[in-house]
C-alpha cells in the first residue's frame, strides 16, 4: 500500500479505492496469461485442431471475431455508461459473462473446434469489455501529472495476476503429466483455475472501488441516444487531434501487441522446440519482466514523457520481432522473450495514460471506448495477417513475425505528430455536457 500514494491522486480519493481498481488488472490477467498466450492458444492448434495448416488461421480467426464484435459495441456501451453513471454496473455484468465462459472452455476436447472457437469468441468479448471499463475509471482516480504510474501500478498488480494463475496451472500440469495425463486432460482443469481466481480476486474491485461519476437527469433514448452521441463525437474529432493521432498510433502497434499476446506459445512450440512445461515457464517469467517493466516505466514516462517512453517501448518491440524472426534456439528465443516482457507492460501502461491525459474529462468511457475501438482494429489486423501470412506460406511462422515488426514502426510513424500539451488543453476546454 506504500506506492499507492495520495499525493499521486485527486482530492477525495482514497488509496484503497486505487487498490481495488488495480485489483481488476490482478482479476483479469489470468484470462490472457493462461487463455490467450500460455495454455489454451498451443493446446487449441496442437490437440483441439490438431495441428491442421489452416489452425493457426482459425484461432487468429476466433480471435479476430470477437475483437470485431467488441469494436462495434464498446464505444456505445461507453457512451451509456457514461450518461447512467454506471460503469460499475456494466464492469460486474462483462466480468461475470467472463468468468463463465472460460470455466466453459473447460468443456473443449479435441476436434471440438466449433465449440471452442464459440467460446473463445464469448469470453474474449466479455474480457475486452470489462478491460476498457476498467480503463475508464483511470483519470478519476489519478492527478493528470501522475496518471502515468498510477496505470502502472495497476498493469504490474495485473502482472502478478497472471502468474498466480499461471503459477497454479504451472503447478497443476506438472502434477497431472507425473501421473500420466494428457493435455486433453489437465488443460480444462486450468480453465477452471483461471476462471475461479478471476471470481474471487474480481470481488475486491467490487467491494472497494467507487463510482464518482453522477447519472445525467436528461439521459434518454438508451442504446441509440448513446450512438447518436458517439457520431456527434466523431464529427468533434478535430477539435481532439492529438488524441486522434493517439488513436492511429495504438491501432498501428496495439496489432503486434495482440500478436505477442495470442501467438506467442504457438510460435514457442511449433518454430522453436519448446514443450508446454517450458513454454508456461516462459510465459511466468515474461510476465515478471512485464510486471518490472509496467512499474518502472510509470514512474519513468512521468518524469521523461509519456511520448517519449512509448516510443522507446516501441523500438524494444521492433527488436523483439527481429531476434525470434532469426534465432534458431531456446536461448536466443528466450532474450526475445525478456525483451517483450518489459515492453509489454510498459507500452500498454503508457498508451492507457497517454488515452487518460487526452480525453475530456465529462467523457471518460466514451472516449476510452474509442480508445478501445482503436485497439481492437489493431487486435484484428495483427494476429490475422500473421495467421494468414502462416497459412498462405506452409507454416513460416518467421516471416510473420518479421512482418509483426513493421506495425511498430508504423506505430513510431503514427506517434511523432502527437502533443500532449496541446491534447490535454483541448481536452480540458472541451463541454462538460
Avoid at 486450468?190 to 453522477?214: K, N
Avoid at 519482466?289 to 519513468?300: E, Q
Avoid at 527481429?322 to 528465443?333: C, R, Y
Avoid at 506495425?407 to 481536452?427: Q, Y
Wanted: include cysteine.
Amino acid at each position: 500500500m506504500a506506492l499507492f500514494s495520495t499525493q499521486a491522486l485527486n482530492p477525495g480519493v482514497r488509496r484503497r479505492e486505487v487498490l481495488g481498481w488495480a485489483m481488476y488488472d490482478f482479476a483479469n490477467s489470468g484470462y490472457t496469461t493462461v487463455v490467450l498466450t500460455a495454455v489454451f492458444a498451443a493446446y487449441f492448434v496442437g490437440a483441439v485442431a490438431g495441428g491442421a495448416d489452416w489452425a493457426t488461421f482459425a484461432w487468429t480467426a476466433a480471435l479476430s471475431a470477437s475483437h470485431a464484435i467488441v469494436m462495434f459495441t464498446i464505444p456505445a456501451m461507453g457512451a451509456w455508461a457514461d450518461r447512467h453513471a454506471a460503469k460499475k454496473r456494466l464492469l460486474a455484468f462483462t466480468t461475470v459473462g467472463c468468468v463463465l465462459a472460460t470455466a466453459a472452455l473447460a468443456l473443449v476436447g479435441p476436434g471440438a473446434v466449433a465449440l471452442g472457437v464459440l467460446l473463445i469468441v464469448v469470453s474474449n468479448v466479455f474480457f475486452a469489455w470489462g478491460e476498457s471499463l476498467s480503463a475508464a475509471f483511470l483519470p478519476e482516480l489519478a492527478r493528470p501529472e501522475t496518471m502515468g504510474r498510477v496505470s502502472g501500478w495497476g498493469w504490474s498488480l495485473g502482472y502478478v495476476g497472471g502468474m498466480l494463475a499461471l503459477g497454479l496451472s504451472l503447478a497443476y500440469v506438472l502434477w497431472a503429466q507425473a501421473q500420466g495425463q494428457t493435455a486433453a486432460q489437465f488443460v480444462p482443469v486450468t480453465m477452471l483455475i483461471t476462471a475461479v481466481v478471476f471470481a474471487l480476486a474480481s470481488l475486491a474491485t467490487f467491494s472497494l472501488l467507487r463510482e464518482r461519476a453522477q447519472p445525467n437527469a436528461q439521459a434518454h433514448g438508451g442504446w441509440r441516444e448513446s450512438l447518436r452521441r458517439l457520431r456527434a463525437t466523431a464529427r468533434q474529432a478535430s477539435h481532439y487531434r492529438d488524441f486522434m493521432w493517439l488513436l492511429a498510433c495504438a491501432a498501428a502497434y496495439q496489432g503486434g501487441v495482440a500478436v505477442a499476446i495470442a501467438l506467442a506459445a504457438i510460435y514457442a512450440e511449433q518454430v522453436i522446440g519448446f514443450v508446454q512445461q517450458e513454454t508456461m515457464v516462459l510465459i511466468f517469467v515474461l510476465n515478471i519482466a512485464a510486471m518490472l517493466g509496467a512499474l518502472a516505466f510509470g514512474y519513468w514516462q512521468d518524469r521523461l514523457g509519456h511520448k517519449r517512453a512509448l516510443a522507446v517501448t516501441l523500438l524494444g518491440w521492433v527488436a523483439t520481432c527481429v531476434i525470434a524472426a532469426l534465432t534458431t534456439t531456446k536461448g536466443g528465443f528466450w532474450y526475445a522473450a525478456a525483451i517483450a516482457g518489459v515492453c509489454m507492460g510498459s507500452s500498454q501502461s503508457a498508451g492507457r495514460a497517454m488515452a487518460g491525459m487526452l480525453a475530456p474529462p465529462a467523457q471518460l468511457a466514451e472516449f476510452f471506448g474509442l480508445w478501445t475501438f482503436a485497439t481492437r482494429v489493431a487486435s484484428i489486423v495483427g494476429p490475422l495477417s500473421y495467421g494468414a501470412i502462416t497459412w498462405a506460406t506452409g507454416g513460416n511462422q518467421r516471416l510473420a513475425i518479421g512482418f509483426t515488426a513493421l506495425m511498430f514502426v508504423a506505430g513510431l510513424a503514427l506517434l511523432a505528430p502527437v502533443n500532449m500539451e496541446r491534447g490535454r488543453r483541448a481536452a480540458l476546454a472541451a463541454p462538460a455536457g
